[in-house]
């Protein structure tokens, strides 16, 4: 058979399956790499950079002696650094694993499909859920913006 107007895949065989062209591969291979490897080295490069930031400052104010409040910021910038982190990659991934698994030619059930981009969708949700339970100033900021 040949190919499909309109799409970038070549129907062949019995069977049916998908053959996507190397333009349309190059292309998600593209977005995966722009928009979740590239997001997320830049987010694990800034909580990397605020970590040591957190640091330098509390070395330079201690001059070598940090106070337990100091050592419990530093604890606690690194705590959620992770944590945001580590959400981010495991909202993502499957997202991005289930559109790589596809491009390949491989059948993605519908509701696998779906339920991956919910999951990836909901990091914006839960990030602040992070922060609120993370942050005992935060959640004090935040309840009184509420009236």
Do not use: H
């Amino acid at each position: 058979m040949g190919p499909v107007p309109g799409t970038c895949l070549l129907m062949t065989g019995p069977d049916r399956t998908a053959n996507y062209s190397t333009f349309y591969k190059s292309y998600i291979i593209s977005i995966l790499v722009c928009c979740f490897v590239v997001p997320v080295l830049v987010v694990i490069f800034s909580y990397v950079s605020i970590i040591k930031m957190v640091k330098t400052s509390n070395a330079m104010i201690a001059n070598g002696y940090l106070t337990n409040r100091q050592r419990k910021m530093e604890r606690d910038v690194t705590w959620v650094s992770a944590v945001i982190c580590t959400a981010f990659i495991l909202a993502w991934s499957p997202y991005a694993t289930a559109s790589m698994w596809s491009t390949w030619g491989f059948q993605v059930p519908t509701t696998t499909s779906v339920i991956t981009r919910l999951f990836a969708k909901s990091a914006s949700f839960y990030n602040p859920l992070i922060y609120i339970g993370m942050s005992s100033k935060f959640c004090r900021d935040v309840n009184a913006l509420l009236p």
